[in-house]
């Protein structure tokens, strides 16, 4: 990320993955005033964070819960192609292989971005 932003860091980072070490690297890849967006759910409930680097660089640090209300936005932005989610979804199922689907996800999980189970 150093080498993209030139060691500035980004406006807003979001962290969707919920992963211990995700939500520690937020406090580096934010900019000075920049944001921060905690959406994913870690399965720990405390996380050590490098706070001095957030009050450093006098970044905000605010969360999401499980994307309240926006379902349907979303819903229209992919429908109608203002959103792209085509690089995320690395694998696609038809409904009845969902039992192969979850444990192909869990026994390849460096290999998986996201899955998608196809019904109808």
Same mark, same amino acid.
């Given at each position: 990320?150093?080498?993209?932003?030139?060691?500035?860091? &980004?406006?807003?980072?979001?962290?969707?993955?919920?992963?211990?070490?995700? =939500?520690?690297? &937020?406090?580096?890849?934010?900019?000075?005033?920049?944001? $921060?967006?905690?959406v994913?759910? +870690?399965?720990?409930?405390?996380?050590?964070?490098? /706070?001095?680097?957030?009050? +450093?660089?006098? +970044?905000? $640090? &605010?969360?999401? /819960?499980?994307?309240?209300?926006?379902y349907?936005?979303?819903?229209?932005?992919?429908a109608?192609?203002? $959103?792209? =989610?085509?690089?995320?979804?690395?694998?696609? /199922?038809? /409904?009845?292989?969902? +039992?192969?689907?979850?444990?192909?996800?869990i026994?390849?999980?460096?290999?998986?971005?996201?899955?998608?189970?196809?019904?109808?």
């Amino acid at each position: 990320m150093e080498e993209i932003t030139k060691g500035k860091g &980004t406006d807003v980072v979001i962290e969707t993955a919920g992963s211990k070490i995700t =939500v520690q690297q &937020t406090a580096y890849l934010v900019k000075r005033g920049g944001t $921060i967006v905690l959406v994913g759910m +870690a399965p720990e409930d405390i996380i050590e964070y490098n /706070f001095a680097k957030i009050l +450093a660089k006098e +970044a905000m $640090i &605010t969360s999401v /819960f499980r994307y309240r209300n926006i379902y349907p936005k979303a819903i229209n932005a992919i429908a109608k192609g203002i $959103i792209d =989610v085509s690089g995320i979804v690395t694998h696609e /199922f038809d /409904f009845e292989d969902t +039992a192969k689907a979850f444990d192909f996800v869990i026994n390849n999980k460096n290999d998986v971005v996201k899955a998608v189970i196809k019904i109808g």
